[in-house]
């Protein structure tokens, strides 16, 4: 008899589970194609096809924590991942579910408007999709696909960290889920006595400091030699450097004390109970590049307006996932696929 599928938390399927199924479903029946550069993989955010002189790179990922402007968040986030490979994002696409009981012309202009705008301003052609009303759904879902090129030699991997390679990591955590809850949780928020200032501060998170990472992640790639780029979002910071040590076969070693948690994002941790490294962190990219040259980008980064510390690096496999604190003390770095933001869905 199978097991109860109510096992499941909402979120992300457990990495061991979701390597099983790759295993059995993908990588050993798959039909092999060459030009496949990179197919289904843990921490690998999108695939990557041979087209000749360049790579093309397709990504997919959807929507579903956030009402509030979700045409802004489903390019973006799909954008993230794209630009983290350094590739040039150019052509999206996306599948819009929709709610009978909530859905009305306003609801539907706004979600097409946030697309079309927010593509624009990335430079990315909006070239199709579906559109749809759906039975049984509570909120709209917005499933984004979006495609970009790459220059073969400027190709980055998740998988390309190194042993000793300097991890970066820019503007801070909990950037995404801040926006997240001040937007879908705003009503608990004033009830708790939050000013609306505050309220206004933290939905502006989205933009400020925002969740795109375009702009570092083009500018570390058009200007160093990056092993790898990685932007931890559902699982938050410690489950976004797990999949990229996965991915790379390698330990971390985490300096705890570098790690820049907002004051926006530490208030809401205490209000909800929250762990603000496992919450969805949208907008903070992670970069791995070799010690020599960290100082060198993160200068370049703090030039453009944009804060980044050097916050661990990279070690052998058999070093495992530890962090480190003031006095040299050294413990486990426990992550999760959940997120902690589930816990607002679960129980607000």
Known sequence: MRENQNKFPIGKLKHKFLL??????????????????????????AAVIDMGDNYLVVKTDPVTFAKDAIGYYAVNVNANDIVCTGATPKWFQSTILLPKK??????????????????????????GGHTEITSDLIRPIIIGSLLGEVEKDKLVLTSGAKVD?????????????????AREKENILKDKDYSVEFIEKCKDYLYNPGISVFKEALLSNDNFKINSMHDPTEGGLFCGIAEMAIASNLGVLIESNKINVLPEPTELSKVFNL?????ISSGSLLISIKEEFAADLINLLTKNGIYSE??????????????????????????TETDEITKLFNFY
């Open 102 to 127: 909530l859905t009305d012309e306003d609801l539907i202009e706004n979600i097409f408007k946030d697309i079309h705008d927010t593509c624009k301003s990335l430079g990315i052609s909006v070239i």
């Open 275 to 279: 762990n603000p490294y496992n919450t």
């Open 20 to 45: 099983n199924m790759l295993n059995k479903f993908v990588s050993n029946t798959h039909l092999k194609d060459n030009r496949v550069i990179m197919g289904s993989n843990i921490g690998e955010d």
């Open 165 to 181: 390679d300097s991890i970066i990591l820019t503007k801070g955590i909990f950037i995404e889920g801040t926006s997240i809850i």
């Open 310 to 335: 050097l916050i661990g690096n990279f070690t052998s496999k058999e070093e495992k996932y530890l962090l480190i604190d003031d006095n040299n003390k050294k413990t486990p770095m426990s992550y």
